[in-house]
């Protein structure tokens, strides 16, 4: 069973860029995609990018993707997400889900298809 877990999150100054970290846990987590979550306060969750098990496909949110790169080093089972450019508006709680298998769901934007999720690295950009 994998497990995920988030870190990297914290209090931000706008325009600041920030790493966050996805770390696995088993055997089985280099032959699973991974996306990344946010929900702000209030609102409903919201995908925010995917990549494929080896790294070679990455789907994005497009209003976030150029903001917002994926990228994973299987040798540290680690799924990276950048964020540049930091906004009020990326004022959120982010999570890192495991998919069932290698390749992002039609629909991972939603949520569905994932079989793990880890709880969440809090981000807070002040402006």
């Known amino acids: 069973q994998v497990q995920v877990a988030e870190s990297g999150g914290g209090l931000v100054q706008a325009g600041e860029s920030l790493t966050l970290s996805c770390v696995g846990s088993g055997l089985q987590f280099a032959k699973v995609a991974v996306a990344w979550f946010r929900q702000a306060p209030g609102k409903e969750r919201d995908g925010v990018a995917c990549?494929?098990?080896?790294?070679?496909?990455?789907s994005h949110i497009s209003s976030l993707r150029d903001r917002f790169p994926i990228s994973r080093d299987n040798s540290k089972n680690t799924v990276y997400l950048r964020v540049i450019g930091l906004k009020a508006e990326d004022t959120a709680k982010y999570y890192c889900?495991?998919?069932?298998?290698?390749?992002?769901?039609?629909?991972?934007?939603?949520?569905?298809?994932?079989?793990?999720w880890g709880q969440g690295t809090q981000v807070t950009v002040s402006s």
């Open positions: 990549i494929t098990y080896d790294g070679d496909d990455k």
């Open positions: 889900a495991a998919a069932a298998n290698s390749f992002c769901p039609g629909s991972w934007f939603s949520g569905t298809g994932f079989q793990t």
